[in-house]
């Protein structure tokens, strides 16, 4: 059997390596993947916005997107700065449909609701569901309206916790046949 394709975990600025960690041991638990944790990148002053205080989500991810790492299936940036794209006050990350990068932030993911730090129970399944999350809108998945699926839209850190890190059966066939389609086999029911 050929080796399982590769995700590429970049933190851009500076993110706590146990994060990144988390994240190589979960996301292959889930998905057909191995992970492999790659170079830091800056984050590139272009993407800030002075008033907003906030890097503009669609702008990173499109730095992300330079130069991508050879041999990766996927890039999933992870950075520790918020983001926002102009429509909505802040993203837990966007990605390209269908396309090579998706990216995460842990700024939101990290804090509670009344703004405290969360802790780790809480926050772990909150990175681990983002990043599949838009891990699966690089593989063609749209949002979804099943309330179980980690395809559905969430907007608030509540919606984020009520969800579960799977894929309902349709979005399951779905990434399925995007992965035969690049020669990659299956996602197991769960
Ligand atoms: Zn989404
Ligand atoms: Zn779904």
């Not at 292959?28 to 205080?53: D, F, N």
């Not at 993203?91 to 993911?109: C, K, M, N, T, W």
């Amino acid at each position: 059997m050929p080796p399982p394709p590769s995700i590429g975990l970049v933190p851009l600025g500076s993110v706590d390596q146990k994060i990144l960690r988390h994240l190589k041991t979960t996301l292959p638990g889930i998905l057909p993947v191995s992970v492999q944790l790659l170079k830091a990148r800056p984050i590139p002053l272009h993407t800030y916005h002075i008033v907003r205080e906030q890097h503009n989500s669609t702008q990173l991810l499109e730095y992300l997107a330079q130069d991508l790492p050879p041999g990766m299936f996927k890039v999933l940036g992870v950075t520790g700065v918020d983001l926002y794209i102009p429509i909505l006050t802040y993203v837990f990350g966007e990605a390209q449909i269908g396309g090579d990068v998706a990216l995460i932030s842990l700024y939101r993911l990290s804090q509670e609701l009344d703004g405290r730090l969360a802790p780790p129970h809480v926050f772990w399944p909150r990175i681990v569901k983002s990043g599949l999350h838009e891990l699966g809108h690089t593989c063609n998945l749209k949002h979804c309206r099943q309330p179980d699926c980690i395809m559905q839209f969430s907007g608030s850190l509540e919606k984020l916790d009520q969800k579960n890190p799977h894929f309902c059966d349709y979005c399951r066939i779905m990434l399925n046949d995007y992965l035969e389609q690049q020669g990659i086999t299956n996602v197991s029911e769960r």
